[in-house]
Nanobody, 125 residues
């Protein structure tokens, strides 16, 4: 089992940047995908971005592609989500996730077996 702890959320203005961090511990997650999902009030949790621990391939939701980037630091067992040009519609609780996801399912919640507690991101207009 992988334990995940997010940090870095907060209140920012539209157009600002923010970086979320996720510290991972537990299993050897070499074969894992590590990702970010978000859930806005009254909406379902949705995929944001993911990265393969081995190889570093990245995947993005269309709504954030080109604005945000996901990265990993293998030495620190951490992943990051750099969020630029934030919009009010990016307001949500952001969750870090880990799992042995195959490429065809990497954007789906069911592919991830470990979840963090979430961190709130609020973007004011």
């Amino acid at each position: 089992q992988v334990q995940l702890v997010e940090s870095g959320g907060g209140l920012v203005r539209a157009g600002d940047s923010l970086r979320l961090s996720c510290a991972a511990s537990g299993n050897n997650f070499g074969s894992y995908a590590m990702g970010w999902f978000r859930q806005a009030p009254g909406k379902e949790r949705e995929f944001v971005a993911s990265i393969r621990w081995n190889g570093g391939s990245t995947y993005y939701a269309g709504s954030v592609k080109g604005r945000w980037s996901i990265s990993r630091d293998r030495a620190k067992s951490a992943i990051y989500l750099q969020m630029n040009s934030l919009k009010p519609e990016d307001t949500a609780v952001y969750y870090c996730a880990a799992g042995r996801a195959i490429t065809s399912t990497i954007t789906t919640m069911g592919a991830y077996t470990s979840w963090g507690q979430g961190t709130q991101v609020t973007v004011s207009s």
